[in-house]
């Protein structure tokens, strides 16, 4: 099977994410509350794709490396290693965040989405950033 597709829909569904994360924001800043659900649901579904289509690609692939050289290298390996703590550390925040709205602790809920949303759009934005600069700016040769 040809894996190089994966990169591509791993970035389209990053920006998914991130325009969803948007859209619940908005909606929740109008109290448009199930609207906000909806919105947040689907980031998370399509962030579980984009683990899922992530660890097929990498498994079957390996690394790739980044061409870039001058000083837009350590701005690559910034952006990406912040990317990457961020990205673990994510995961156990969107499960607190979600599972505090479950329970109906809007209160709590509020306060840890105030970090949660944040810190999941920027995971969202600079996937596709290093998407960009690892694929289509400096693609290996």
């Known amino acids: 099977m040809d894996y190089s597709i994966l990169p591509h829909i791993n970035a389209m569904l990053n920006a998914t994410s991130g325009l969803l994360l948007v859209a619940g924001f908005y909606f929740i800043m109008r109290r448009r509350v199930t609207a906000h659900l909806r919105a947040m649901t689907s980031a998370l579904v399509v962030s579980c794709i984009f683990l899922v289509s992530y660890l097929v690609y990498h498994y079957n692939h390996g690394s790739t490396r980044f061409t ?4 837009i290298r350590p701005v690559y390996f910034f952006i990406l290693l912040t990317h990457t703590i961020l990205a673990a550390a994510i995961v156990p925040l969107v499960a607190v965040t979600l ?7 809007f209160g709590r809920h509020r306060r840890i989405a105030r970090w949660t949303f944040p810190l999941w759009l920027y995971v969202s934005i600079t996937g596709v950033v290093v998407y960009l600069m690892l694929y289509q700016l400096y693609p290996s040769r």
């Open 68 to 71: 870039g050289q001058g000083y």
């Open 99 to 105: 599972r505090r709205a479950w329970r109906g602790d």
